[in-house]
Nanobody, 131 residues
Framework: QVQFVESGGGLVQPGGSLRHSCEAS????????IGWFRQAPGKEREGVSC???????????DYADSVKGRFTFSRDKAKNTLYLQMNSLKPEDTDTYYC?????????????????????WGQGTLVNVSS
């Protein structure tokens, strides 16, 4: 079946790092725009990063302004897995993080957002940045 298995959440002190991963099965990541969302209770979902179909052959990805320079999105083709390396974490990064695949990345101010994501998201993992 089509699914993501997500891991990598946890508790980390400010300034620390975590590595999120999502292993996809039942489909090939190269055939989709892929990326990450995060959401806190009572707040709107935020696109964190997105890699479009045309960008799978390069290292390019779009990032939300709030994470640029700190987060790096990558994928392992052989493992059909995507990663979000999160460095220099801040308390405001505390959220539940989800991996997703969809039709495309957004345009203009939505470049970091996966549009029309599949129903099969990662199950979500909590990142808690606290001292």
């Amino acid at each position: 079946q089509v699914q993501f298995v997500e891991s990598g959440g946890g508790l980390v002190q400010p300034g620390g790092s975590l590595r999120h991963s999502c292993e996809a099965s039942g489909f090939t990541l190269d055939n989709f725009a892929i990326g990450w969302f995060r959401q806190a209770p009572g707040k709107e979902r935020e696109g964190v990063s997105c890699k479009g179909l045309s960008d799978h052959s390069s290292n390019y990805a779009d990032y939300a302004d709030s994470v640029k320079g700190r987060f790096t999105f990558s994928r392992d083709k052989a493992k059909n897995t995507l990663y979000l390396q999160m460095n220099s974490l801040k308390p405001e990064d505390t959220d539940t993080y989800y991996c997703a695949a969809g039709a495309a990345c957004g345009t203009s101010d939505q470049q970091a957002t996966v549009l029309y994501p599949m129903d099969a998201w990662g199950q979500g993992t909590l990142v808690n940045v606290s001292s």
